[in-house]
Structures are given as structure tokens and as C-alpha cells.
């Protein structure tokens, strides 16, 4: 019989666990034996749930990592439903299921085009996002930054529009709309007792 694998199991793993069933001499014919129903379609629909980080900032990716650890059992229930979290990789885009953004700030992040792109993207479906700070020199926004936001972004993108909407545009209303919310910091070198109450506070 067929051996359906769940949508949240990579097709990359379910390779790596076939391969070596195989060598194991536990399996012949592998493609009797497992149905690939991991396709892009099928995850880009359940995962609903994102990381943002600047993985080029080494504490950063560790708070993503932390974040994804403690914040997933939290999200028990709402995985019955297909809710999963993910860190976001470079030069991922993000799927118009994205329901809600967690978003590592660390200075700037918000200077990057790629983070950029997936921040307009969130905008456009109009997904929840909420701050985490990971650095404790974090500037948080004021009319000085999103004056200097303005000129980055403007000369890296050369005025693109959305819709008729600059680009930069669009950006500093969904950084504006981000930081409504209460910024939680997550410092990756706190005990995890003070770290699993911060992230419960999300």
C-alpha cells in the first residue's frame, strides 16, 4: 500500500528517509511505496506563519530559532488548522496564505531590499505583524529614520510603484503599522524561564 506523508514533511526528507529505507533493503520500489503529497502548492498553503530576520546578523537567526522553538507548541491548536511556523530564508517570497509575520528587528533590517519585498508582500495580504527586538542598541523608529528609510529605499529601488504607490511607500506604512503594536525583547542569551515568558506575552 501507499504511504501518504503529511504536507508539513519536506520532499527533501521524504527522499532522505526513502534512500536510505532503500539501502536498508526495508523498501524496493519506492515510488509504489510513498505518495508526495509535500508539494510547493500544498506548503505554501499551510504555512501561514513566518519569521522575519536578518539571517546575515548571527543574533538575529539565534532569536528566530528560539522564537520558532518556543512560540510553535503555543501554536498547537491553530496547527489542526494548518498553522505552521516558519523561519523565512532568502530569497523566499511569501505566500499570499502568510496570516501572521513575526518580525526580528535588529538595525537595519528595514534597509535590506529583500526584507523589504516580504515586508510589502505581508502589506498586500494583510497579514498580523508583530515586533521582536533582538538588540538592545535598537533604533526604533522616528521622523529621522523613516527620512533616511525614504532615501535608501528610493535610491535602491529607483522609485518603483505598486499600484500607483511608491514603493517606499508602501513600506514605511506597513513599519509604521508594525510598530503599533508593543515591541517584545527576545535576547537569545536571557534564561529560557525569562524567554518562554516574553514569547508567551506575543
Given amino acids: ?5 503529511p504536507s508539513l514533511v519536506s520532499n527533501e526528507s521524504i527522499l532522505a528517509l526513502a534512500n536510505e529505507l532503500a539501502l536498508q533493503g526495508l523498501i524496493q520500489d519506492l515510488s509504489a511505496q510513498i505518495t508526495m503529497v509535500s508539494t510547493v502548492g500544498l ?7 513566518f519569521i522575519l530576520a536578518d539571517q546575515t546578523i548571527t543574533e538575529a537567526s539565534c ?3 528560539i522564537v520558532q522553538k518556543l512560540l510553535t507548541p503555543l501554536l498547537v ?5 494548518g498553522m505552521v511556523l516558519q523561519i523565512w530564508k532568502p530569497p523566499s517570497v511569501l505566500p499570499a496564505s502568510a ?3 513575526v518580525v526580528v528587528c535588529t538595525n537595519g533590517l528595514f534597509e535590506r531590499l529583500s526584507v523589504v519585498e516580504v515586508l510589502i508582500a505581508a502589506g498586500e495580504v494583510q497579514a498580523d505583524l508583530i515586533p521582536i527586538v533582538s538588540e538592545s ?8 529614520f523613516y527620512t533616511e528609510l525614504r532615501e535608501v529605499i528610493t535610491k535602491a529601488t529607483g522609485g518603483l510603484q505598486i499600484g500607483g504607490v511608491l ?5 514605511v506604512g506597513v513599519v509604521q503599522g508594525l510598530f503599533k503594536e508593543i515591541a517584545i525583547e527576545v535576547n537569545p542569551q536571557d534564561q529560557e524561564l525569562v524567554l518562554r515568558i516574553r514569547i ?3
Avoid at 514603493?167 to 513600506?171: A, D, G, R, T, Y
Fill in 200 to 202: 508567551q506575552a506575543l
Fill in 77 to 81: 491548536a491553530d496547527q489542526r488548522e
Fill in 99 to 101: 496570516r501572521q509575520v
Fill in 1 to 5: 500500500g501507499n504511504l501518504n506523508i
Fill in 63 to 65: 532569536t528566530a530559532c
Fill in 167 to 171: 514603493k517606499v511607500e508602501i513600506l
Fill in 43 to 49: 506548503k505554501d498553503q499551510t504555512r501561514k506563519a
Fill in 137 to 144: 542598541t535598537f533604533r526604533f523608529p522616528s521622523l529621522v
